[in-house]
């Protein structure tokens, strides 16, 4: 009896991945995967975008500031198929931009999202990991 095995290859992946630093002119900005980029003015409009983002696996939220005064220009949100969010920012350097995430509950992400919105930072970043990216 002959049996066959489908092994993979593990892929290769890398955290140095570096972004261009971008600008923002406006001081927030809102994006969505159903086209909803635009100027914001209120916190309710983030909320909004992030509760339709819960009922709504294929949806994403980025929410870009003008001035990253702590560094941070954006912070990204999309569900995980094996559940939860998956929370990402966009941390700016002189060199670039890197990419780091972290896993969180709905209720932690609608948190985090209203203090980015509120003060443009978001605490505890020491629990953010760089993101992998496949070679």
Known sequence: MLQFFNKKKPQKTTTQVIFQNTSCDTSRRLDTNNGADH??????????????????????????????????????????????ITLELGLESPDGTRLVERTCSQKECLAIFREFYSTANVPQREAYKPVEFFT
């Not at 309710?44 to 949806?59: G, K, N, Q, R």
């Open 39 to 84: 100027a914001i003015s209120s916190w309710e409009e983030v909320e909004d975008a992030l509760y339709e983002m819960f009922s709504d696996p294929d949806e994403f939220v980025i929410l870009t500031v003008g001035d990253p005064c702590w560094n941070i220009r954006f912070i990204q949100a999309a569900q995980i198929k094996t559940g939860g």
